[in-house]
């Protein structure tokens, strides 16, 4: 089975600061990779996926990631974050079937004023 | 259309009590899940269908009976659920012709009293 490991349990940023999220997984064979947001007493949001490509993925909200084979890594980054972007962050895993998500313990981002 | 939708919003039950959750989809995805997800963790899947056959059960509770009956609908009946049961439960779709990201509901908050 995969793992995610989200290092950082909780990331305070201050307004207009930038931002890195980092996430690294375990498998070496290919796979699907995501990240999703979660705003208070919400569903999941996805921001953005990697499935193949450019290892430079954008998404919404101004967030975009990078993928790194040899790291095992996908780290999410924004420049400059709102109060808005403060939520919990799940970076996640597919296998390449797609049957099964694999998700990281989450972040949890702070945007200080 | 990348919406997911789930009703109720909110359900307090005994632990005598039988409801059900339902969750409705309109993208013409083939796979639909159900997740648990407890504050600030990370969603458990519980629930797999493919094609509207069950095809991923991880080993829950028989309390918990998830229903399939067309491929836009999925149902989760509980009956007897005790109070760690508590909790935000998340259903999500996902295409299976590739790319394999899943939209999630909005989630119903249980509360088992």
């Known amino acids: 089975a995969q793992s995610v490991t989200q290092l950082d349990s909780q990331v305070p940023v201050f307004e207009e600061a930038p931002v890195e999220l980092r996430c690294n997984y375990s498998?070496?064979?290919?796979?699907?990779l995501f990240w999703y947001v979660q705003y208070p007493n919400q569903g999941l949001q996805l921001l953005l996926k990697?499935?193949?490509?450019?290892?430079l993925v954008k998404g919404i909200n101004g967030f975009e990631a990078e993928f790194n084979k040899s790291q095992t890594s996908f780290h999410l980054r924004k420049p400059s974050v709102h109060i808005s972007d403060t939520a919990e962050y799940f970076c996640?895993?597919?296998?390449?079937?797609?049957?099964?998500?694999?998700f990281g313990t989450g972040t949890s981002l702070t945007v200080i004023p | 259309d990348t919406e997911v939708t789930q009703t109720p919003k909110h359900l307090v039950m005994g632990m005598t009590n039988k409801k059900s959750l339902k969750c409705e989809q309109h993208?013409?995805?083939?796979?639909m899940y159900w997740y648990k997800q407890k504050a600030k963790k990370p969603p458990e899947l519980m629930f797999v269908?493919?094609?509207?056959?069950?095809?991923i059960n991880e080993s829950v509770p028989s309390r918990f009976s998830p229903e399939c009956p067309n491929s836009s609908l999925l149902n989760l009946h509980l009956h007897a659920l005790q109070p760690e049961d508590s909790a935000l439960y998340l259903c999500?779709?996902?295409?299976?012709?590739?790319?394999?990201?899943?939209?999630f509901g909005p989630g119903t908050r249980l509360t088992v009293t």
């Open positions: 996640a895993v597919s296998d390449p079937t797609g049957n099964q998500f694999y």
């Open positions: 990697y499935l193949s490509g450019s290892t």
């Open positions: 993208m013409g995805h083939r796979a």
């Open positions: 498998s070496s064979v290919s796979v699907y």
């Open positions: 269908y493919s094609y509207e056959k069950l095809s």
């Open positions: 999500a779709s996902s295409s299976l012709a590739g790319g394999y990201e899943q939209y």
